[in-house]
């Protein structure tokens, strides 16, 4: 591991939000501003990501990306209906047009429907990194996401089959995984709640906001 490793962010907008009903669940605000929002501030916010891929298919959530740093950029999905796979290979062949420096390089995908998700847990999986593995967040023994991938999977995720994504990668591969354990908040109204907890349906947002109210 070396302090000129590349790493690259890419956040994954462009799910069709199913179970959220007929509203897109990454325009649903939460303590004052959209879902993926959240997820935009706080990857721009930490120093350790090299460049940084917001992938989105509406012009609603790539809006969202709206006024960031220049090592941001906006990535079209113009083909949302291939799933994850196809976030996956517009981040990656993004971060390919960057060049390549001194140092390994990882990609670090982020959903971005994890609002509770902070710099201290970001910082964990990165700092966990090594060549040749995958780092994945787990908390209370539930694995989660933002995951980490080594560059030495870049050519199996580009190689991703219809309906698989990088768990996929971990199932073929859990000799070389390695998993960060996150604390936890104390909610004792919804100890279920994590800052790995992705928002599915408009119940878990509100149960969210309810129990995460006032909190830092």
Known sequence: MSSVDRIYAILMASGFSRRFGEADKLLAVFRGKPLARHTVDLVCGLDCFTRIFFVAAKDPVRALAGGGPERLRVIRNRHPERGRRESIRLGLEAASEDG???GEAYYMFFPCDQPLLDAAAVSAIVEARRPGRIVRPCCRGE???PVLF???FRDELLALGEGEQGRDLIRRHPERLINV?????AFSEAPSLSPLTDIDDPRTLSLLEGTASGRP
């Open 150 to 152: 080594s560059a030495a």
């Open 100 to 102: 390549r420096g001194p």
């Open 181 to 185: 354990e996150i604390p936890g908040p």
């Open 143 to 145: 694995p989660g996401n």
